[in-house]
Nanobody, 121 residues
Framework: VQLQASGGGVVPAWGSLRLSCAVS????????MGWFRQAPGKEREFVAA????????HYADSVKGRFTISRDGVKNKVDLQMDSLKPEDTAVYLC???????????????WGQGTLVTVSS
């Protein structure tokens, strides 16, 4: 299983970015998918996810109301629309997928390469 992430970049505060992540390889399975992020000097933290079976959406408190995760009409591709970005959202964003119900806990996750999001103040 491989995950391909795209969409990072530099944006001013209060701007928007859209990240995408697609699974390739074992695409006959469906996956829970979502995003974590890691800022410099900080631990990796959960951002958002869509569950595998029921499509339930989950968000970190820090991004609720600003970020929206969705499946892109294709079973194993998700988008993360990030609005009202803040400088503290600056991080490497990591796409994750799992055949478990959710991408938490992380031990069974497949991981994509990170994509850097930089929000300037």
């Amino acid at each position: 299983v491989q995950l391909q992430a795209s969409g990072g970049g530099v944006v001013p505060a209060w701007g928007s970015l859209r990240l995408s992540c697609a699974v390739s390889g074992r695409t006959r399975n469906s996956y829970a998918m979502g995003w974590f992020r890691q800022a410099p000097g900080k631990e990796r933290e959960f951002v958002a996810a869509i569950s595998r079976s029921d499509g339930a959406k989950h968000y970190a408190d820090s991004v609720k109301g600003r970020f929206t995760i969705s499946r892109d009409g294709v079973k194993n591709k998700v988008d993360l629309q990030m609005d009202s970005l803040k400088p503290e959202d600056t991080a490497v964003y990591l796409c994750a997928a799992s055949i478990a119900y959710n991408i938490r806990p992380e031990r069974n996750n497949y991981w994509g390469q990170g994509t850097l999001v930089t929000v300037s103040s």
